[in-house]
């Protein structure tokens, strides 16, 4: 049974840093893509960084958000990480880790992605 369970979210001000992981098992991890999305209140799931399988681990971003998340993965521990810096209110939202078994894929939809966390939330007090 695979399990994506995210963690590290909580109440925060303006301008903190704060950092999310997500531990899989139940599958390959090493072999999947994996990414964080995030949903606001009455907004569509938005993808915010992922990683897929390639030599380098290399992450890739969602073209409409600010330099101010890092994401990377730890293929020894199964575990996904994302750090957001200097946080805004507008990041204010449950963020969800997702996997896809195409471990070549940079896709930011989330309809390709095969199983999914139950989130965790963050809220960004001003």
């Known amino acids: 049974q695979v399990q994506l369970v995210e963690s590290g979210g909580g109440l925060v001000q303006t301008g903190d840093s704060l950092g999310l992981s997500c531990a899989a098992s139940?599958?390959?991890?090493?072999?999947?893509?994996v990414s964080w999305f995030r949903q606001a209140p009455g907004k569509e799931r938005e993808f915010v960084a992922g990683?897929?399988?390639?030599?380098?681990?290399?992450?890739f971003y969602s073209d409409y958000l600010e330099d101010r998340f890092s994401t990377f993965r730890d293929d020894d521990k199964n575990i996904l990480y994302l750090r957001i810096d200097s946080l805004k209110p507008g990041d204010t939202a449950v963020y969800f880790c997702?996997?896809?078994?195409?471990?070549?894929?940079?896709?930011?939809?989330?309809?390709?992605?095969?199983?999914w966390g139950q989130g965790t939330q963050v809220t960004v007090s001003s």
């Open positions: 990683v897929n399988t390639w030599r380098r681990r290399s992450a």
């Open positions: 139940g599958l390959t991890f090493k072999t999947y893509t």
């Open positions: 997702a996997a896809d078994d195409d471990g070549g894929s940079q896709s930011r939809h989330a309809a390709d992605y095969d199983y």
